[in-house]
């Protein structure tokens, strides 16, 4: 009987460099809201997305591309980008053969983590399309590492939560002996049948909807498989395209 591959869960990017992301799938998380509106974005005919880690390099590459320069800073839209980082904005009208070129507090820094750190196989994962990342990582028979992107470097609990909804489908298929796995599935198990009246205690839920009133987004960001794409990072071209 042939060994199955390992499932790791790094519930920080402060945490990544303790995993080996080598010959690995790498998910990157960050459900409230980069990886759901990555999602909604491709699903609804974005060209392709470029991910980048500053304001200024958006700002620069997406005049470079005729894109759009997107994305935010502590939750809201920075000075510079022309859209935010509400996945609700990229309708199909809006977005449909554009290019978006996106930087966040977190998600789009921990992509640009694991790839300073080795990993060539990086996808990003949400709610939104939580069952093409986990088929994915049941067909791709890797070593897979869910990269949880949280907050400042701090570990929240929505990212954490999908983790454990990717776990729930997949760990059948894989060798798992991983605290934070084991967490994160028995979070996700005991809030399944309600995920928004769960999400209400979180910290990034009250910055979210108490100062900015993104309600929408919050119930979109947990709704599975309303966005069924799978982003898949393009090492070589630097972008994430439809896999």
């Keep these: 009987m042939s060994q199955k591959p390992t499932l790791f869960t790094s519930l920080s990017p402060s945490l990544l460099h303790l995993y080996d992301v080598k010959d690995t799938v790498v998910v990157v998380i960050d459900v409230f809201r980069a990886t759901s509106t990555i999602a909604a974005a491709l699903y609804n005919g974005a060209k392709y997305i470029i991910p980048v880690d500053t304001v200024p390099k958006a700002v620069e590459i997406s005049n470079a591309v005729s894109g759009i320069a997107a994305g935010e800073r502590d939750g809201k839209l920075a000075e510079g980008l022309s859209h935010g980082n509400s996945p609700l904005e990229y309708t199909r009208d809006f977005i449909e053969d554009k290019i978006l070129v996106l930087t966040t507090t977190n998600g789009t820094k921990l992509l640009h983590m694991a790839l300073a ?127």
């Excluded at 729930?168 to 060798?175: D, I, L, M, W, Y």
């Excluded at 960001?221 to 990072?233: F, G, I, Q, R, S």
Aim: a negative charge; glycine letters at 4%.
């Design 117 to 243: 750190n080795g990993a060539d196989d990086i996808i990003t994962g949400s709610f939104p399309n939580l069952s093409l990342v986990c088929n994915y990582l049941t067909s791709q028979n890797k070593n897979a590492i869910l990269a949880c992107a949280g907050w400042k470097d701090r570990f929240n609990m929505e990212d954490t939560l999908f983790a454990g909804a990717v776990i729930h489908r997949v760990k059948e298929h894989f060798t798992i002996h991983c605290d934070s796995s084991f967490m994160a599935e028995n979070m996700y198990a005991q809030n399944k049948n309600d995920l928004l009246s769960f999400a209400r205690n979180f910290t990034h839920y009250h910055r979210l909807v108490n100062r900015f009133g993104y309600i929408a987004d919050i119930d979109f960001c947990l709704t599975e498989d309303v966005a069924d794409v799978l982003p898949l990072y393009k090492y070589k071209e630097e972008k994430l395209v439809r896999g």
